[in-house]
């Protein structure tokens, strides 16, 4: 794991940008696995940002989210697909048909599934997957120990996840208790992932999934195993780290190509 620790959460998400963008740049027809929630959203205002006003070119991407409420319609606003739209895809050139969300209304759920890892897998694989954590360590909606081999399937939500997520909701019993999500093992398929984790709500997963031991009780750290994983934090999502001082010295001491910034 490459671990970066940023002064706040602020340029982490524009250093997660410009991890993404350098993609996109030398991979016109990129594709891209993209995550919801709220600690992504500064990031999606900086790749407008750069579409804008340096001509980052989406027109050929295509794009694979993470995951989708089960029941809720493209156009429920709390839907991923909505926040999708509403956050990134109707602010740059990319063709809507070229990006996928779950669908959380499909009548068959586990064709949809077996579908979605097919359509990923007939774009050639995903080249950067962005991904948030969970307070419980979960990626996607992969809660604690659900397998570390899993692809695209139904997970049943955590109270957690529901108690943290039910703010956007405004009530928990409003909320789909049910999730598509990429698995454990689709998400580790993926050439490189850029997972950021800000604040002091993340720390404990923080220290979980970079210095606890590789374990489904903890499905981001899966990604100890994974060859190209990045990990942005901020100051306080750091906190609990052992080994703190030394990630920032090897990213001090990058070479030029190593780095992002
Ligand atoms: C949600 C999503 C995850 C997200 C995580 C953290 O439930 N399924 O993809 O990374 O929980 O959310 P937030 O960024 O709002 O803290």
């Known amino acids: 794991m490459e671990v970066i620790i940023q002064s706040n959460a602020e340029d982490g998400c524009v250093l997660g940008a410009k991890i993404i963008a350098k993609t996109v740049r030398e991979k016109p027809d990129a594709v891209l696995g993209l995550a919801t929630g709220r600690t992504p959203e500064r990031l999606y205002r900086e790749l407008v940002r750069m579409h804008r006003e340096e001509g980052l070119d989406f027109s050929r991407v295509t794009t694979f989210n993470l995951d989708e409420y089960v029941g809720l319609p493209p156009e429920h606003r709390q839907s991923y697909r909505y926040f999708m739209n509403e956050h990134l895809f109707r602010h740059i050139n990319i063709d809507l048909a070229n990006t996928h969300v779950p669908a959380g209304t499909a009548q068959d759920l586990q064709a949809e599934c077996r579908d979605y890892e ?13 991904l948030g954590l969970g307070r419980n360590g979960h990626i996607g909606f992969n809660e604690p120990t659900g397998s570390l081999r899993s692809r695209t399937w139904i997970k049943i939500l955590s109270e957690q996840t529901l108690n943290d997520n039910a703010a956007v909701f405004g009530d928990r ?89």
């Not at 359509?119 to 962005?130: C, E, N, P, S």
């Not at 454990?184 to 992932?193: F, K, L, P, Y």
């Not at 997972?195 to 903890?218: D, H, N, Q, T, Y």
């Open 118 to 130: 097919e359509r990923i897998t007939a774009a050639g694989g995903i080249d950067v997957q962005l």
């Open 173 to 261: 019993d409003a909320m789909p208790r049910h999730a598509v999500t990429m698995g454990i093992g689709t998400i580790m398929e993926a050439r490189q992932v850029v997972l950021l984790a800000f604040g002091p709500a993340k720390v404990r997963a923080v220290m979980e999934m970079i210095e606890g031991p590789l374990s489904a009780i903890c499905p981001g750290s899966a990604l100890q195993a994974h060859p190209r994983a990045i990990v942005v934090l901020d100051e306080a999502s750091a906190a609990g780290l052992r080994y703190a001082s030394h990630y920032r010295w090897v990213d001090q001491n990058k070479l030029a190509w190593q780095r992002y910034d």
